[in-house]
């Protein structure tokens, strides 16, 4: 089936610094999303965005997150600064349309925080 | 408040067995649930949706039943195969609003032992 991919698949950065986690979702895919999962916690929706633009974000996008995809290359998010509570894995998805579309993920990508 | 419940934490059954994973929501505007299946080290895949004008949708192995005035559903594999070993996740989202933020359960573990 169509694949996402994610890079890098492991990072391990000191509290404070910057990261971005990159995406690259299924080429004609429109919709965009990200997730979070903590070790042993079930996957908690960030964000999504469509047309360039964040169109809904959960309490866990916190103003230190933000997600961009410029010309239609890697959907990116950034988190500056870091935090240790932003160890997890987190999930890239894409879908073609919205509501009700599947959702395609990448294999994550593994972030610790020091 | 957890809104998407998943049961049993993690289930073994015999190869040729039928296995069950019980899922139960709390928001009445869900009305889209796909189950994930995940393999380790890999991103979750789609396996089976249901929409929640239907009871029941079946696919090859794969059955989802629905109840939506008890608010829960169940993933039936029957004939179960070693290769089903795996994460199962129950999801939900009410669409309606066209960007489909996905809920997800913790998850249970299958385990075929052949």
């Known amino acids: 089936g169509p694949k996402v991919l994610q890079i890098p698949s492991h990072q391990i950065i000191d509290m404070g610094q910057m990261v971005t986690l990159n995406c690259d979702p299924v080429s004609n895919h429109l919709y965009f999303y990200w997730y979070k999962q903590i070790l042993g916690q079930q996957m908690e929706f960030l964000v999504n965005f469509y047309n360039g633009k964040v169109m809904e974000k959960s309490k866990l996008f916190k103003d230190q997150f933000s997600v961009e995809r410029p010309d239609g290359s890697y959907f990116t998010l950034k988190i500056q600064p870091t935090a240790l509570e932003d160890s997890a894995v987190y999930f890239c998805?894409?879908?073609?349309?919205?509501?009700?579309?599947?959702?395609?993920f990448g294999p994550g990508t593994r972030l610790l925080v020091l | 408040q957890q809104q998407v419940r998943q049961s049993p934490q993690s289930l073994t059954v015999w190869e040729g067995e039928t296995a069950i994973l019980n899922c139960s929501y709390e928001d009445s505007t869900f009305n889209y649930f796909p189950w994930y299946q995940q393999f380790p080290g890999e991103g979750p895949a789609l396996l089976i949706s249901?929409?929640?004008?239907?009871d029941k949708k079946e696919d090859g192995r794969f059955t989802i039943f629905f109840n939506k005035r008890e608010k829960k559903l169940s993933l039936h594999i029957t004939d179960s195969q070693p290769g089903d070993s795996a994460t199962y996740f129950c999801?939900?989202?009410?669409?309606?609003?066209?960007?489909?933020?996905?809920?997800f359960g913790k998850g249970t573990v299958l385990l075929v032992s052949p």
């Open positions: 998805a894409s879908s073609l349309t919205g509501g009700g579309d599947t959702q395609y």
């Open positions: 999801a939900a989202s009410a669409n309606d609003s066209g960007y489909n933020k996905l809920t």
């Open positions: 249901i929409r929640s004008v239907s």
